[in-house]
């Protein structure tokens, strides 16, 4: 049995074997360079149907209850073809609304779909060399019925945290059961403690101090990797000890993973991510999970919706100011321009409008390091599909990764990034962002390779002869379990 103590130290060393899904078809978690990119293959409104109401009041009506799989599955030839690795599934779980506050963990059916499509949508993204990754809500989780009445699989109270609200109810107010657990339920230990924001009140926070918790969490991965899960996005882990997460990967080996820390502080980010390293192995920070880049999200909305491109710069250049975590942590940042909950009609306003701006943005992070994340809305709703997917194979033909070295400067008002392929100095992609003109490069070296309102990107030509047929090639399969 192996064990870790809160900071992700591994307190029992031994050797991890290499099973079938870290060797041949796929990246191990957490390995440096990584060339994937992502998409975020839902969006707040793909559980609901009919009129709703968003922030700020405003109306909008949507029809994808239960539809949801099936639209993504339609959409997998599509992904495939834009060069997609990777993309960021809702809740897989029965739960409340958009599956955020989950009850029976081991029903696959939901708002999104049943069992039946879940899992079709699965296959055909995993034929489509399409790694899925389980958004995992493990922080907290809600009765069926009541408020502690854990079903499928049963829990006993033990496994709620001591300060949880449930323990502080009303009896009066509770049904028999949850009555009866609260006056002689055995309690788990104080929620978490060091981070800013460790419980939520819309469900029981869960001790994961507790060992059995623990393995009941552990069998869990299990069944969604065998349903074809890849890997996880860890939701709300400020909620609980990064040791734990580290504990998590290490026993279920995911392909990919990265944890919800939403901070802007760069710096913040990058404590919790030291935090899930793996002590005990050769490179500890290896295989730590990764982490949202909020820093540099906020930092793009400052100043590409400010037109203030001469600030781009200071977003990869560590000096403390206005450091993204590409500063900080390159290899272990997933960057992105909005997510489920970051704009409408979670908040009143998207991030970005539909206009020159958000292209800008994309053609910022998508030749950047870190692991870039695409929102479906982007891509999709707004259409904007084609521009995207451009961007994304320059990123490839160009050879950019996580880790890729860069230099930047101010043309101008224009910001000039150049990117390569190594980790230290090189050079096999050039990107300008801003409205001006007098930026050119040797054409003899370099090639234009796409360019749109304010941005455009060239790839050195050496480079784009050595990678075009392995990018433009069909993306290979991925096995399905079970088959």
């Given at each position: 049995m192996n064990t870790f103590d809160l900071t992700g130290r591994l307190l029992t060393?031994?050797?991890?074997?290499?099973?079938?899904f870290t060797c041949g078809d796929g990246l191990a978690q957490g390995e440096y360079n990584d060339n994937r990119v992502m998409m975020q293959g839902f969006m707040w409104e793909s559980h609901?149907?009919?009129?709703?109401?968003?922030?700020?009041?405003?109306s909008y009506e949507v029809q994808w209850t239960g539809k949801w799989y099936d639209h993504v599955k339609e959409k997998a030839n599509e992904l495939a073809d834009a060069k997609f690795d990777l993309i960021w599934l809702p809740p897989p779980s029965q739960g409340e609304g958009a599956g955020y506050h989950p009850q029976q963990l081991?029903?696959?059916?939901?708002?999104?779909?049943?069992?039946?499509?879940?899992?079709e949508m699965l296959n055909q993204l995993l034929e489509h060399g399409i790694e899925p990754v389980a958004d995992l809500v493990i922080n907290h989780r809600n009765g069926t019925g009541g408020w502690s009445t854990f079903k499928n699989?049963?829990?006993?109270?033990?496994?709620?945290?001591?300060?949880?609200?449930?323990?502080f109810q009303d009896p009066s107010t509770l049904n028999n059961e949850d009555r009866l657990t609260l006056n002689s339920g055995?309690?788990?230990a104080p929620d978490y403690t060091f981070s800013n924001y460790p419980n939520w009140h819309g469900a029981r926070d869960l001790d994961h101090t507790n060992s059995q918790l623990r393995s009941e969490i552990k069998a869990y991965l299990k069944r969604l990797r065998e349903l074809g899960y890849r890997g996880?996005?860890?939701?709300?882990v400020k909620g609980f000890a990064p040791g734990y997460i580290a504990e998590y990967n290490y026993d279920s080996q995911p392909t990919f993973a990265v944890g919800e820390y939403w901070d802007a502080n760069a710096y913040e980010v990058s404590q919790w991510i030291d935090g899930t390293k793996?002590?005990?192995l050769d490179d500890p920070a290896k295989k730590a999970c990764s982490a949202f880049d909020f820093s540099t999200q906020e930092r793009l909305r400052e100043f590409i919706n400010g037109g203030k491109y001469d600030h781009l710069p200071a977003i990869h250049f560590k000096d403390g100011a206005y450091d993204g975590l590409i500063a900080v942590n390159n290899d272990k940042s997933v960057t992105f321009?909005?997510?489920?909950?970051?704009?409408f009609p979670q908040k009143q306003f998207d991030t970005f409008a539909n206009d020159e701006k958000l292209l800008q943005a994309y053609a910022y992070l998508l030749t950047h390091p870190g692991v870039p994340c695409v929102y479906w809305k982007h891509y999709f709703e707004w259409n904007r599909g084609d521009e995207i997917k451009a961007l994304i194979k320059a990123r490839k033909y160009a050879g950019i990764h996580s880790g890729s070295y860069i230099k930047s400067e101010v043309h101008g008002a224009d910001y000039v990034a150049i990117v390569g392929d190594q980790s230290q100095e090189s050079s096999t992609l050039i990107v300008k962002i801003g409205p001006g003109f007098g930026f050119n490069v040797d054409a003899n070296l370099w090639g234009l390779e796409t360019s749109g309102n304010g941005y455009a990107v060239w790839i050195r030509k050496s480079k784009k002869e050595e990678t075009r047929q392995a990018v433009d090639a069909e993306q290979t399969p991925f096995p399905i379990p079970g088959d």
């Open positions: 060393t031994i050797a991890i074997a290499v099973s079938w609901q149907d009919g009129m709703q109401t968003g922030a700020g009041g405003h081991y029903e696959f059916s939901n708002n999104y779909g049943n069992h039946q499509q879940h899992q699989p049963q829990w006993p109270s033990k496994f709620i945290c001591s300060t949880d609200e449930f323990w055995a309690r788990g996880w996005r860890y939701d709300m793996m002590y005990g321009l909005e997510n489920h909950d970051t704009g």
